[in-house]
């Protein structure tokens, strides 16, 4: 099973930026797509991007013109560049496996550990 690592989380104000990475132990070749969530304290797991391995994106309401999604699969790393971070961006993100929603329950795997990134003045 591939492991997949978070990093690049931190302390932001709002408005700044802030990008964070997952590094796959082995190819995101091999994965219908990849997909960032996050979770913040009290709440649901959300959600937040996916990439597939053709290069289209998809994003929840609350990011979108904010975040941006990347991959290079040559470094079996996926991006999440965050921009106009508000205190509402705050939580822990995650990374994933994204088998595609015909999965139901099972779509998402392999799950990360977790960057905390909080905005804050």
């Known amino acids: 099973q591939v492991q997949l690592v978070e990093s690049g989380g931190g302390l932001v104000q709002p408005g700044g930026s802030l990008r964070i990475s997952c590094a796959a132990s082995g190819s995101i070749r091999s994965f219908y797509a990849m997909a960032w969530h996050r979770q913040a304290p009290g709440k649901q797991r959300e959600l937040v991007a996916f990439?597939?391995?053709?290069?289209?994106?998809n994003y929840a309401d609350s990011v979108k013109g904010r975040f941006t999604i990347s991959r290079d699969n040559a470094k079996n790393t996926v991006y999440l560049q965050m921009n106009s971070l508000k205190p509402e961006d705050t939580a822990v993100y995650y990374c994933?496996?994204?088998?595609?929603?015909?999965?139901?329950?099972?779509?998402?795997?392999?799950w990360g550990q977790g960057t905390q990134v909080t905005v804050s003045s």
């Open positions: 994933s496996e994204d088998r595609g929603p015909g999965y139901g329950a099972g779509r998402f795997g392999s």
């Open positions: 990439i597939t391995l053709g290069g289209f994106t």
